[in-house]
């Protein structure tokens, strides 16, 4: 009998930002037709799959995650018909294509919210009455979760008042989504990345946090039980489509035990898992890291990610440029997926010195730090000022006077690049693809700062100290000068047998 591995299993993710990936119409947004323009640099990377985060028509409250309309493009972005010559030439270049699913929140520009506000269909929302708001939740971003509406009554909005939260709790919100996922199958896409997924029911009396943690699974606003019968229904409908469609949850949680909670054969495929994410550089912290996600349930489907739209770039985390390579050649020599965020690929920082009036993300506004616009900057393809080919208009945030050798046509032609770093390890890894067994044995090593680990014919071994250490073998690829038989600090080698 002979078994196949899916293909999201241990799939190369590229997450898609398509405001700030290229700008086909000169508006200094980037757009779907730009990101068509695009694939063959994604194809030649090495990437086996991309993740569009939202380009559903929105206000852009919070960059797209407050959807009006879930199934029509945002005419900023482009048409359906443009997301349909999208998705026809990605897969022409053997690329899948996932998209964000955003079903906690609408938009209150959404029909649904403004006919709530007119006094129709509240209870669609999580809609309550008082002189006070309902109960001690704050919104994610800062401040109360609750807004009030002109009558006096209270809605509940986890992130900000333009995203108000659904109620799963009404069999309309869950037909409409249902009817949602179907749309886009049907127009070919490989499956969706869910936001908030553990977010959607909330206790049924809205109780007090109290001084409990809000994201703990299992909390009055978090991870309650009554999510995973939509996830069933849900994985019911992938399943009846041909060609494994697939879901991945965003659930943030400490424990990877809670997100085998998400990751059941009748539930989703994968959920993030954001401990590495937000493990510091060290060699014990990676080890644990990968230790207790591996042992636990939701291990059986890994994913490691090191940066997201929603983070600070690792390449800023983490300092010296060997280090996020070395990064990378960890992740990738891991049994698992690998998401990787666009831009990474070409090594670029956070943006932390934007101007205070150039930011757009809400998280500023509202009070809880300068926000996460840093990462979302727009990608750099050519020449030697802004806009770098971005597109022909300024771009909608200011792109560093310091990025001319970080472009993409810059480091295409230096050997030594990161992007020609980044597209030598992913053609490895596709070389090594079904050669490696699952196990990951962890070998001895010299000194506590270094982790060594090996599946089959590949071992990786990751100097996370300072200073040199030596190794022995046949180098497959490296990260730092290996001439002088040392792993220089921050440095890694992948070795055969
Ligand atoms: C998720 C998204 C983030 C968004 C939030 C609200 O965490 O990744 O960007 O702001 O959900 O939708």
Request: glycine share 10%.
């Amino acid at each position: 009998m002979t078994t196949t591995t899916p293909w999201w299993r241990d799939a190369v993710v590229y997450q898609v930002y398509p405001r700030s990936f290229a700008d086909s119409n000169g508006d200094g947004e980037g757009d779907l037709q730009g990101l068509r323009s695009r694939l063959p640099y994604l194809a030649d990377l090495g990437v086996d799959a991309l993740w569009l985060t939202p380009f559903y028509t929105s206000p852009l409250a919070d960059g797209g995650y407050d959807v009006a309309d879930y199934r029509d493009v945002d005419p900023r972005f482009g048409t359906l018909a443009d997301f349909d010559a999208l998705v026809a030439d990605a897969h022409r270049l053997g690329l899948r294509l996932i998209v964000d699913i955003v079903p906690n929140h609408t938009s209150s520009a959404h029909p649904w919210f403004q006919e709530a506000l007119a006094g129709y269909g509240r209870e669609r929302y999580l809609f309550r009455e008082g002189d006070a708001p309902p109960n001690d939740w704050q919104s994610n971003f800062g401040g109360p979760a609750w807004t009030r509406v002109e009558d006096g009554s209270w809605y509940l909005h986890l992130y900000t008042p333009a995203q108000p939260d659904l109620n799963w709790r009404h069999p309309e919100v869950r037909k409409e989504f249902e009817h949602i996922l179907r749309f886009w199958l049907d127009r070919g896409v490989d499956g969706f990345r869910i936001d908030v997924a553990a977010g959607l029911f909330k206790h049924p009396g809205l109780a007090d946090l109290g001084e409990g943690g809000t994201h703990a699974v299992g909390s009055p606003m978090y991870g309650r039980p009554e999510v995973h019968q939509i996830y069933r229904d849900w994985r019911a409908i992938l399943d009846s489509y041909p060609d494994e469609r697939m879901a991945v949850g965003e659930v943030w949680t400490e424990s990877p035990d809670d997100l085998a909670l998400y990751v059941r054969p009748d539930e989703l495929h994968q959920a993030f898992q954001f401990h590495l994410l937000l493990a510091p550089w060290s060699a014990r912290a990676f080890r644990e890291t990968v230790e207790t996600c591996l042992a636990s349930p939701s291990g059986k489907a890994p994913t490691w990610v090191l940066s997201n739209h929603d983070v600070i770039r690792h390449s800023s985390r983490y300092g010296p440029a060997e280090r996020s390579r070395s990064a990378l050649m960890f992740i990738l020599a891991l049994p698992g997926s690998a998401y990787l965020y666009q831009g990474e690929e070409l090594g670029l920082p956070e943006v932390f010195d934007l101007p205070d009036a150039a930011r757009q993300d809400p998280i500023f506004f509202q009070g809880k730090g300068k926000g996460r616009d840093g990462c979302r900057v727009p990608l750099p393809w050519s020449g030697t000022a802004a806009p770098y080919g971005f597109g022909a208009g300024e771009p909608w945030l200011p792109q560093p006077d310091s990025w001319a050798p970080l472009t993409v046509q810059a480091q295409s032609a230096d050997p030594e690049s990161m992007l020609a770093f980044y597209r030598r390890a992913l053609a490895l890894r596709r070389r090594l693809r079904g050669t490696l067994p699952v196990d990951v044995e962890w070998l001895e090593t010299s000194s506590p700062d270094v982790l060594s680990f090996r599946r089959g014919p590949l071992t990786c071994t990751v100097n996370f100290g300072d200073e040199p250490v030596p190794f022995d073998g046949a180098v497959l690829l490296a990260a730092g000068d290996v001439a002088a038989g040392k792993i220089q600090g921050g440095g890694a080698v992948w070795l055969t047998v």
